[in-house]
C-alpha cells in the first residue's frame, strides 16, 4: 500500500526536535542545580555530622574518662611539600603585626609546609563548612591575652573559606569577632590579660624609694570583659600567662592582691597571686557558667627568644623547627633561661584545673618546637622592631595557630557529638 508522504511528515518533526529537547533537559537540569548550589548548600550540615577527615588510616584520638591527656597533644612535626594554609594575606580578619604573608616574612612556605602527627593516631584537618554546620546558631568565646587573640584571627580566616560574607563583629564586651551569617555563628574574642579585674592606683605622693602607684588585682572578681558573657557562648577557651611576669608589673608597679575588697595581708608575690586568681576564677567558671557549656582552657605557648629577652636583643630567626633534644635545654625552669617561664605557669594552671569541669587544650608541647614560626623581625611597621624588639611570642598567621584551630575544632566536634549523639 502506498502511503504517500505521511512516513516521512511523522518521523522528520521528531528527529528535528530532539536537539532541541536534549538542550532545553540540559538547561533545566543545570539551572536545578546551580539554584541548589548557591542558595542550599551553604545551609546544609552533613546528617553524619563528621566534618573532620583523618588524613591516615590511623584511628582517631579520644579523652579517656579519666583524663583529657590526649595524643593530640603529643606527637613531632613532619615536613610536608604538599601541605598549603587555608588562606592567605588578603584574610579581612588579619591583625597586621601577625600577617606575616603581607609583612614578607622569609620561609614562610616553608613554615606552613611542617604538619604535626600524633603519636598514635590521625589528627583530622578542619572542613570549614562541615564545622560551621556543626556550630549553626552558636557561639564560641576567646577569654585572655593576645595569645588567645592571635588564636582567634587563625579560626576566623580558617572559618571564612565556608562563608566569604562573614563580617566583623564586637558586642558584648568583645575586643573582636567574626559573624558568618550563612550559618549564624559567632567566634569573639574577649582581651581579660589576668583574666580577674585589675586597675591602676597612683599613690599620692613621691618619695624616695616609693612606688609610683600599683595595679589592684580584685582575685575573686572577674575582668569587666567577660563578667556578663557566660550563658552568652557555647564554647568558651580560657587563657592567662603572658602577663604575668616582672617584665609586665616591675616592683615600681606592682600587682597587689585583694579580696573581698580588702588587700590580702601578708601581701602575696606574683606567682602567688597568680595561683589565688586562677582557684577563684577556675571556681568562678564551674559556678556561674552552665553546665552544657564546652569549657577549655589552653596552656601557654613558649616564647622563643635566643641571645637575650625581648628588650636585651633576643633574637629568632630560625629556619627549622627544635628538635625533641633541644626543647628541656630551651624551656625546663631548672635551666633559668630566658623561655622558663611557660613551663612554669603551665605546671601551675594544670595543677588549679584539677577537679573542675573545665578541659585541658595543652598546646604547649607541640608549640615548643616551633621557633621558626614566630614574626620575629616581620612586624609590618616601621621602627616596630628598635621599639618593642623581635615577636618571638606571637605567631606568624598562616602558621602555628592553624594546627590549634585543627585540635581545638576536633574536640568540640567530639564533644558535642558525645552530648548530643550523630545527627539521624
Avoid at 536534549?22 to 542550599?40: A, Q
Avoid at 546528617?47 to 590511623?58: F, G, K, Q, W
Avoid at 612586624?379 to 606568624?396: F, I, N, R, T
Amino acid at each position: 500500500m502506498n502511503l504517500g508522504p505521511f512516513p516521512s511528515l511523522t518521523k522528520r518533526p521528531l528527529l528535528h526536535s530532539l536537539p532541541y529537547f536534549t538542550f532545553l533537559s540540559l538547561l533545566l537540569i543545570t539551572c536545578f542545580f546551580l539554584y541548589l548550589y548557591t542558595n542550599v548548600l551553604p545551609f546544609y550540615t552533613p546528617p553524619s555530622l563528621e566534618p573532620l577527615t583523618p588524613r591516615t588510616s590511623r584511628g582517631s584520638c579520644r579523652a579517656s574518662q579519666e583524663t583529657d591527656n590526649l595524643p593530640y597533644f603529643n606527637g613531632k612535626w613532619i615536613e610536608d611539600p604538599q601541605k598549603k594554609p587555608f588562606y592567605g594575606e588578603e584574610c579581612p580578619f588579619h591583625r597586621n603585626a601577625w600577617n606575616c604573608l603581607k609583612n614578607k616574612r622569609e620561609n614562610m612556605e616553608k613554615i606552613n609546609s611542617w604538619r604535626w602527627v600524633p603519636d598514635s593516631c590521625a589528627l583530622p584537618t578542619i572542613d570549614p563548612f562541615g564545622f560551621l554546620g556543626l556550630m549553626r546558631n552558636k557561639r564560641i568565646g576567646f577569654v585572655g591575652d593576645s595569645l588567645n587573640e592571635n588564636f582567634l584571627v587563625s579560626f576566623l580566616c580558617i572559618l571564612r573559606i565556608a562563608d566569604e560574607t562573614a563580617r566583623k563583629w564586637k558586642r558584648n564586651g568583645a575586643w573582636r569577632g567574626g559573624y558568618f551569617p550563612k550559618f549564624n555563628a559567632t567566634v569573639a574574642y574577649h582581651r581579660a590579660v589576668l583574666l580577674a579585674k585589675y586597675q591602676w592606683q597612683p599613690l599620692n605622693s613621691l618619695e624616695e624609694n616609693q612606688l609610683k602607684g600599683i595595679y589592684k588585682v580584685d582575685v575573686d572578681i572577674p575582668a569587666d570583659d567577660w563578667i556578663g558573657v557566660t550563658d552568652f557562648y557555647d564554647v568558651l577557651v580560657f587563657n592567662t600567662g603572658h602577663w604575668w611576669g616582672i617584665d609586665k608589673f616591675p616592683k615600681e608597679t606592682p600587682l597587689v592582691f585583694y579580696k573581698n575588697g580588702k588587700a590580702i595581708n601578708p601581701p602575696l608575690g606574683i606567682l602567688d597571686g597568680l595561683k589565688v586568681v586562677l582557684n577563684n576564677m577556675i571556681s568562678y567558671i564551674d559556678r556561674e557558667v552552665p553546665k552544657e557549656k564546652l569549657k577549655f582552657w589552653r596552656t601557654q605557648s613558649p616564647r622563643h627568644f635566643h641571645g637575650g629577652d625581648w628588650n636585651e636583643n633576643g633574637t629568632c630567626l630560625f629556619e627549622n623547627p627544635l628538635n625533641n633534644n633541644q626543647l628541656d635545654i630551651w624551656f625546663d625552669p631548672r635551666k633559668r633561661g630566658v623561655n622558663k617561664e611557660a613551663r612554669l605557669m603551665n605546671s601551675i594552671v594544670k595543677h588549679a584545673l584539677l577537679g573542675s569541669s573545665i578541659h585541658l587544650l595543652d598546646l604547649a608541647h607541640l608549640s615548643e618546637f616551633r621557633a621558626d614560626a614566630h614574626p620575629a623581625i616581620w612586624l609590618g611597621k616601621k621602627d616596630a622592631v628598635a621599639v618593642w624588639g623581635q615577636d618571638c611570642m606571637h605567631w606568624c598567621l598562616p602558621g602555628v595557630p592553624d594546627t590549634w584551630v585543627d585540635i581545638l575544632s576536633t574536640l568540640i566536634h567530639e564533644r558535642l557529638v558525645k552530648k548530643t549523639g550523630p545527627a539521624i
